[in-house]
């Protein structure tokens, strides 16, 4: 089945929520997987991948440690929580390129890069081990696929973009991941109960006049 | 003659933004469905009804096509037989008197067959990337049988019920921008018909009118036989549709802070420009004066047994009779007619008035602020990115300069806080609970910007002035969400509520009012604080009757000859 981005979006910012991460980093988590998801690649599966990881039981673990030269954290990097950092310090590249160890589903800082190279008007090159990708925000130019967990991803301005991944205006999530985001997502609606369905939206009155 | 001469500034957001002012805002020229009606009439629309293929029993399906210059878009209507006991407005509902979707151009057998299988499901079915909207309506049962059994009858139905109730059916849910499956809005937003706000929503609703129209005559036909009268043009224009909406719509205006912001400053900028005028011609005051008065008959059609409506409609009759006076003494042309009349009215009237003067004064100058309409989509994705390198203490100040009045409210008082807004697991129906008396608080959705803003200005507080907001927010992710919000206001200093959201006497209808009136809603009629009932369209030509001269001010009637 096929699904709009909006819909994706949606799905992505309940799912993050519901496993655990903060308003703010759900709402980047909704952006950055449409933004994949756009760009053709498996957005809903890479976000898939990171919430069954469950790094939200230790958060602070898992954020970088911005005023070293290579960013890391005590265990695995979080992307979303990297990622975020990496856009809010997007003016950084203009000085140099920032470097993140240990990171997992890396492929979701990606959309982040992106922020970064709107923001500056540049392409941005990211180095995965030994996998490239450019972006200038728009369009992302990617030769092999990135892999599940990087070791050391560096993130510079320059590159220039060469065959583009296809975009795409709808996602055909893999229907399981789309069921587990769902069950992330889940977690986050109240049960519904007599009183609520009486209390909490309807007027009382009959609509049958 | 009208010269520009001392600015008059928009009017603060401290002051336009308060729960009681959004509540009292009225339609406008810059209003959705107006801006619709326009374009189809300035660019020649032509409209098509391709199938009509309905049952005596109101069972069946129709097409109805809207050529416009480049595109064309189709209503396809499905019509049921929905047992009286079915029928709800709520979004729990699960069957309904009619349901609809707008197809991207014209459909084919294969797509009607298609959606025929999906769109009387509603949220349970799936409509796809060819479709703009999914919506429903159900019937008005007492206009309904009116109008069925006076045509049936051989006779015109009775024009004082109809101007009381104001449509055969009402709207439930019209769902756009990629829901249950339909195109996302990027699909169809670089279309000038289709760039400013919920136009592909006031298309499907429009045509949604026409539709409504013919199947009451259809099933009067098939009740009365030869002897069946064809309903009254003159009285079918008075049949608008109605909208029955509840709690979903209020979390919108939160969600889309800059968007709301667009629409808000839009309207603030008209207002702005008018008063901003000198002097005004005569034929520009008596354009005034004119549609005044046949607002004063709409508003005299305005019903609610809503205690609080029914108090504000008192106040804005009583506000109707002194602007009349005001315009018995004042002259309209001289001394920043428009400015003084503003001015007068924030003395003199309550906010229903107030506001309704703010849109009214609007009319004469259509060539000054109609342009406006092209300001009012979100076009500004960078607004969402975070600026990581602002200092703590500039975030401090944007804070304190949106939410000022929420620093010092204590919000652990029970009755700041007494309400939580979550998303209910039943068809995902977002709803408001009693935090302290419901297991919901952990469900809470971020519908309260104050209090989070009061939160991280708290936070704020224990960091030093010149650190980069980038690292607070790695130790406090939890306050991410407010620090966007306090920068998207930088660009946007209409997007925030300035009142509080989870207040134990909070009135969502305020903030449903607020959205509704910017699609051009009238008649609003609450029927509970987080539910409310209006009118689309009432007055407004039909397609075939659609010309440049009767585009725009159908929303005033004009007084029986």
Redesign the interface.
Known sequence: ???????VEATAKRAARGAG?????A??AA?ATRWLCAQGLDGTGALERLLNQNLTAS?ESH??N?NECIWAGQKALCPL?AG??L?????QLNEAAISLKDVAVPTLLLPFAA?AA??LKACATIEYDGTVAITDGYSLTLATAVPDHAQLVSIGLGGTLAETTSPR??AIPDPLVWAALNQFA?R??????E???L???????S??? | MTQASAHIPRRDPAQVMRLSRLGSLHQCRLSFMRQLTRRMAQEGWTFTRPVFDVDENGVGHAVYTAHGPEHAYSLVAFAHDLPPEQRSDRVIAEAWDATFTLFDGIPTAQDIRRLSQNVPLQEAGRVSESELSLSRANRSVRLWAHVVDSLAAGHQPDLDQIYQVGYLMRTTAVYGSGKFGAADREKTCDRAELNAPFQAEMLSVYLTRTFVRDLVQHMARAKGGDHTAELDPAIARWLGIGNSTGLGMAPFIVNHPILFNNWIMAREEAISRVRSLATASEDEAQTFRDIFDRSKLSMSWWRSEHPIQVEKLSSLNADLQAISGYLTQNNLTQDHPWDRLIRWSEEALSEEGQELLASLILEPFGDMVDGLTGCMADGNAHAQIIDGSMTVVEVRTLIQNTFEWALDLDWTTEKNCARAWYVSEEKLEPRLGERFEEPIADYEQPLAPARDAAAAHTALAQWQDDTRIAEFMLRHPEHRHTIRRAQIGRVAPYSEIRDNTISASVMPIDMLRAKLSFFGATHFDPRSDRWVRICMYAGAPYPEELTEDRADLWVYPEPAE
């Open positions: 089945m096929n699904f709009s981005l909006n819909e991460y903060s308003w703010g980093h709402e980047e952006k958060p954020a970088p911005t929580m975020a950092a856009s809010d310090c997007a003016l922020n709107r923001l205006s709808r889940h986050t609606y109240a049960p519904a109960t009183e609520s369905r209390r909490g939206a309807g007027s009382g009155l609509d049958n006049d």
